[in-house]
């Protein structure tokens, strides 16, 4: 396993985590990450760190490509599994481990998808204080207990019959994984809660779902209103109002749209602003 190097903290006391589920050949996303919303020395008051999660791939070129990434830009966690969408949940868990191992002291952890973008200052100056002074708190795109049909039969989503035997739905709240904020007191609970619980596919069930309702006590807010899955609105949205745009997070990529839309967010951002987001300073 490739493992960050953590650079010291300091005296800060807050510290973001983006973990980040990417796949193996998909260098370009995670770079424009990097030249984005997930530059390191964005703000200077607080420790801002990207990791991006992988699984293994058999084409012996891509893994030389991953090896050079991660020796380089220090951000590549690398598991000892097979890099598909059906191992997804293996990807979940590995980045819970790396935070319970190497970044217990975060504040607060986001998980993302790659072809998600994300605010950055809407984050820092909302959900960050928010999280502060609370304690097993997951905000997501929330799907309620007894509203998620389990799929059977063919599709994508599929489940066997086996699972979830004689429920028509899933039996507790879950998120739609590709934006969760997670309190860190969470983190070594749940990853606990995985070496007790037999694997199940669907990550977003397993990871925010089976997962905390095993630990228990576990709070949720859904953030929908303030999440889009159709990259056109949001893209319009980021244009139009830049940084006073409601949404946090756009999700579906479009190569070669990111950079428009961290522009469209920098520009739209005063003086005054940037002073007290503490931006561009040396992390």
């Known amino acids: 396993m490739f493992n ?10 807050k510290i973001v985590v ?17 030249e984005t919303f997930g530059g390191k020395r964005l703000f200077s008051n607080l420790v801002y760190r990207i990791i991006f999660l992988l699984g293994r791939t058999l084409d012996p070129l891509t893994t030389k490509k991953i090896q050079e990434e991660a020796m380089y830009y220090k951000d590549i966690v690398q598991g000892p599994f097979r890099d598909s969408y059906h191992n997804l949940t293996h ?64 599709g994508k989503w599929k489940v066997h019959e086996d699972e979830f035997k004689g429920y028509k739905y899933y039996p507790f709240d879950h998120c739609q994984g590709y934006v969760v904020f997670i309190t860190s007191d969470l983190i070594r609970p749940m990853l606990n809660a995985a070496r007790l619980n037999p694997f199940f596919w669907i990550d977003d069930v397993y990871v925010f779902g089976i997962l905390p309702a095993t630990v ?10 303030n999440l889009t899955l159709k990259f056109d609105i949001g893209k319009s949205c980021f244009e139009q109002q830049g940084v006073r745009c409601r949404y946090l997070a756009v999700s579906q990529w479009k190569s070669g749209e990111s950079g428009k839309l961290w522009y469209s967010l920098l520009s739209s951002l005063t003086d005054t602003e940037k002073r007290e987001l503490h931006m561009f300073g040396k992390s």
């Open 4 to 13: 960050l190097i953590v650079e010291p903290v300091s005296a800060l006391n």
């Open 18 to 34: 983006v973990s980040i589920c990417s796949a193996t050949p998909f260098f370009d996303r995670r770079r424009v990450i990097r």
């Open 91 to 154: 990807k979940g868990v590995l980045g819970f481990r790396w935070i319970s191992e190497h970044c217990p002291q975060a504040k607060l952890i986001l998980k993302i998808d790659d072809d998600v973008f994300i605010n950055p200052f809407k984050m820092v100056r909302e959900i960050l204080p928010k999280f502060q002074n609370v304690s097993r708190h997951i905000a997501c795109h929330l799907r309620r207990s007894g509203t998620s049909l389990i799929v059977r039969g063919k």
């Open 216 to 225: 228990g006590g576990a709070t949720f807010t859904d953030l929908r209103p």
